[in-house]
Nanobody, 124 residues
Framework: QVQLVESGGGLVQAGGSLRLSCAAS????????RGWFRQAPGKEREFVAA????????YYGDSVKGRFSISRDNAQNTVYLQMNSLKPEDTAVYYC?????????????????WGQGTQVTVSS
């Protein structure tokens, strides 16, 4: 049974940093693209970042470019999201996801497996 477990969320002041992790179990996802999405209360789920299976290419949502960085460790079956210069508008539940497809990384419809999410709260 495939399971994605996010960790690393919490409360941080504006300007601070957090590092999210998403550990996968039940299947090796070394060749699969992996992504991060977030959803704030009353808002639609938003694309944050994605990384290809090889880790050679990354994609970012406009609102996080230059502040967030996605990386992966295929040996650990884990993907990370380093979040710097956090803003109150980054407050959301952050979800990691996995897709077997080689395109459409910014769309949540592309992803097959999802974690339960981790809360990130940025205070002003």
């Amino acid at each position: 049974q495939v399971q994605l477990v996010e960790s690393g969320g919490g409360l941080v002041q504006a300007g601070g940093s957090l590092r999210l992790s998403c550990a996968a179990s039940g299947r090796a996802f070394g060749s699969y693209a992996r992504g991060w999405f977030r959803q704030a209360p009353g808002k639609e789920r938003e694309f944050v970042a994605a990384i290809t299976g090889s880790g050679g290419t990354s994609y970012y949502g406009d609102s996080v470019k230059g502040r967030f960085s996605i990386s992966r460790d295929n040996a650990q079956n884990t993907v990370y999201l380093q979040m710097n210069s956090l803003k109150p508008e980054d407050t959301a539940v952050y979800y990691c996801a996995v897709t077997p497809l080689g395109y459409g990384f910014t769309s949540d419809q592309t992803y097959r497996y999802w974690g339960q999410g981790t809360q990130v709260t940025v205070s002003s």
